[in-house]
């Protein structure tokens, strides 16, 4: 446990949570490795990770705040949670720690994904729940580097966040409702792209019909998610995977996706997306497990040529 997070335990005493439950730990099962991309990078001022224990702040679908804390403790997983959203985060904390997933489904076929299977037989897909807080992070990182949208989600979390409830010191992401009406400077002030910026206006003004779509198939999930101006193939898969657990999302349109899929799968050092679609073909139902064993592998191809400049025009380009 960091020191960051011993102090908040300690401040925890005289802030008890407003919500608590525990569940039996399966085995094997590791909370980091599931947990790792529930931001964005390590200084995501909505969340933050240590050792066996992770902090989490976002908004329910229906807007009410929580802030949830995860932690593994010997044979049992537990779950704390403050804020007027706390009873609805704790209750499916399960789903967010993963354990309603089933990585038993994947069938490796080829001796890349077996090895990555034994590598990472603690890894579970996390199911945040919140449609709306998966789509707004991931907008913010259309079109630009890694680095670039890191600095614009911990810039608008600053402006336009709010403090989260509990001991943590998290920063709540802004409201949908005051995402849906901040106008386009103050995104641009983030560092957030004129395109972007509207995207992320309309999600907030939709927001309350996008999280009633939360339980369609995946399929038709994705159609009606992508008929939604500025949120394309990239946008959707990828937040469907990372924040909703979806074992089959499969991003479209990234720029070095493909590469790192055929270069795992298939020794082969430059792909595109309908190589990558081939090469995952067997795995269909299971394609995002396959490409987060790669993501926890922290898997690339050769990178050749110069380094690409601070932005880079990737993902949902023409959306």
Avoid at 21 to 50: C, E, H, K, N
Avoid at 251 to 277: F, I, K, Q, S
Wanted: with cysteine; proline share 9%.
């Amino acid at each position: 446990m960091s020191l960051e997070d011993a102090a908040a335990v300690e401040a925890s005493d005289a802030e008890p949570p407003h919500a608590e439950a525990r569940w039996p730990r399966p085995q094997p099962y590791d909370l980091a490795t599931t947990m790792r991309f529930v931001g964005i990078g390590g200084r995501d001022p909505a969340s933050r990770l240590g050792p066996g224990v992770v902090w989490h702040a976002a908004w329910t679908p229906d807007q009410r705040p929580f802030t949830v804390r995860l932690a593994e403790q010997g044979d049992w997983l537990s779950a704390q949670g403050w804020g007027e959203g706390a009873a609805w985060a704790v209750a499916r904390a399960d789903r967010l720690m993963g354990l309603h997933d089933a990585p038993g489904d994947l069938v490796a076929r080829d001796p890349a994904v077996a090895s990555l299977e034994r590598r990472f037989p603690a890894l579970r897909l996390a199911d945040t729940g919140c449609l709306v807080g998966a789509l707004v992070p991931t907008v913010v990182r259309q079109l630009v580097t890694f680095v670039d949208a890191r600095a614009s989600w911990k810039a608008l979390v600053a402006r336009h966040g709010e403090p989260a409830p509990g001991p943590a010191g998290l920063r709540l992401p802004p409201r949908p409702s005051v995402l849906g009406r901040l106008p386009s400077f103050d995104l641009r002030a983030c560092g957030i792209g004129a395109r972007q910026a509207r995207t992320l206006n309309e999600v907030g003004r939709r927001a309350a019909s996008i999280e009633r779509l939360s339980d369609l198939p995946h399929a038709e999930l994705s159609r009606r998610l992508q008929s939604i101006a500025g949120l394309g193939p990239w946008t959707v898969e990828w937040s469907l995977g990372f924040g909703l657990g979806r074992p089959d999302a499969v991003p479209t349109g990234d720029y070095h996706l493909p590469n790192t899929v055929a270069y795992a799968l298939a020794g082969e050092a430059r792909a595109d997306d309908a190589r990558m679609l081939a090469l995952l073909a067997p795995y269909a139902g299971q394609r995002f497990r396959v490409l987060r064993l790669l993501f926890a592998a922290d898997a690339h191809a050769p990178r050749y040529g110069p380094k690409s400049p601070t932005r880079r025009g990737r993902a949902d380009a023409a959306s």
